[in-house]
DNA sequence: TTATTATTGTAACAGTTTATTACAATAATA
DNA sequence: TATTATTGTAATAAACTGTTACAATAATAA
């Protein structure tokens, strides 16, 4: 989202910035047979928001990204995928953010920067749940999982966006072979199913899906097994 | 692109538009069994350009890419898609704008919005070819329409920018069901089938796409027929 | 008027892919 | 050692796509 000056942020008005453009990151996470994605809390206020932030004068845009994500989740390789740009004029509101500043200690004229609108491009990122230490900032201080299903009312048009990176990541989901980096290293095909039924909502037929996958030939079998319930034991599979 | 102010451009060194944010539309046309691409350019000079434009202080993204397109084609109701955001940090070259800016009688100092780094949010349109009338901007001299294997040099990164668009257009062949806005009102299975190889780049077999195509059943068959060569005349199809 | 020619519309068949059913294999528990 | 739940995959059915074939017809030529 926009608002969240990060590092050297409210300095010099945030001169170091390109103003009236933000990145917004829909992080994807999978645990518990759910599909996450990492949010903001303000000072346990109901303010919740998209990891966000913006774009150095010289930096690139996907590297602004990657930026963003890398520092609240401590990852180092992540996929991301640019999905939309939210570009509604009223899209912006400025009273969460005045609020902000101000308990910030900034106060901000009715021309600040950070008040003006925003444009916002959308980033999507796919990661491995096991992998992330969630890292709040220096303005929110929450950064926490939730499950799709119950989201917090969200700041601005937040809600919305995340709504279109669930499409987009559903349209790619068969293109490109984008869900592998939602599962922790290894894995069985009954977890791949069950991550694939969750993000397209609907029941898939096992042998069928299990041919599918097999014949894309992208997963390695690995000899060992896996132990656990009164029944034959499944083959674990990595990514090659 | 960047780099085209229209309409009350310059005036007021630009304060009415967004900084550092610009539009580049792609305009695909079909002629001659050929996809065309409507391009700018600048006094008869090598200078050539996608069509763009800025984005006005209280305007939505949407609304200021079909104004774009609507001030170079005098179409008013164009099928446009975003497609993606160029945001690499190198990507503005600010010698063109400089030398148009200077053609112009404005003296840019070298801190000039026009020269700064321009992030640039890409939409492609589909038109119909016979419907457009394609107007020069006041800084640009020439609109015409070139076909994708004939391109001039372009500036910046703007080959790279129909390059995606083209991209984006064949992926979304078959789920949208996009190409009709490329032909006029009338057309037979043939120029469809035409249309569809130019665009994929690659021979179809005819009893098949007619098949596809026809399962559709957005195609409305008007009994009038086709008059022409020595053989079966063609029914006229009508998107409905 | 009647062939000839080029293309159209579509049927028929073949081949491939996807969906569904079925069942033996096996890991824990009773 | 039987029971139970789940796995891996074979076998079959259904759907879809690719290919061949051919009658219909609009203009031209004989």
């Not at 050297?8 to 933000?22: F, I, P, T, V």
């Not at 996907?62 to 401590?74: C, F, L, P, Q, Y």
């Not at 749940?129 to 999982?145: E, Q």
């Not at 894995?187 to 096992?206: G, W």
Request: aromatic fraction near 10%; hydrophobic fraction near 40%; include cysteine.
């Amino acid at each position: 989202m926009e608002g969240r000056p990060t590092q050297n942020e409210s300095d010099a008005a945030g001169s170091n910035y390109m103003h009236g453009l933000a990145i917004d990151a829909v992080i994807f996470g999978f645990h518990d047979n759910q599909l996450k994605v990492l949010l903001m809390q303000y000072k346990k206020s109901d303010i919740f928001a998209l990891p966000g932030g913006f774009i150095h004068k010289e930096e690139n845009l996907d590297d602004a990204a990657h930026r963003v994500v890398s520092e609240r989740t401590g990852l180092k390789d992540i996929y991301l995928e640019q999905f939309y740009v939210f570009g509604d004029a009223t899209r912006s509101d400025p009273s969460p953010m005045r609020t902000i500043m101000l308990a910030n200690g900034i106060a901000p004229g009715n021309h600040h920067w950070l008040l003006q609108r925003f444009i916002s491009v959308g980033y999507y990122a796919l990661v491995d749940f096991t992998k992330v230490t969630p890292m709040p900032d220096r303005i929110f201080d929450g950064c926490n999982w939730y499950a799709l299903a119950d989201i917090p009312p969200l700041m601005q048009d937040h809600a919305q966006i995340i709504k279109k990176a669930l499409a987009s990541l559903r349209a790619n989901l068969d293109n490109k072979l984008v869900a592998f980096n939602l599962m922790p290293e290894e894995f069985t095909m009954n977890d791949l199913q069950i991550l694939y039924e969750t993000i397209l909502d609907k029941k898939l037929l096992r042998p069928a899906f299990q041919r599918k996958i097999l014949s894309l030939g992208i997963l390695e079998r690995i000899a060992k097994k896996w132990t656990g319930g009164a029944h034959k034991a499944p083959y674990l599979y990595r990514f090659k």
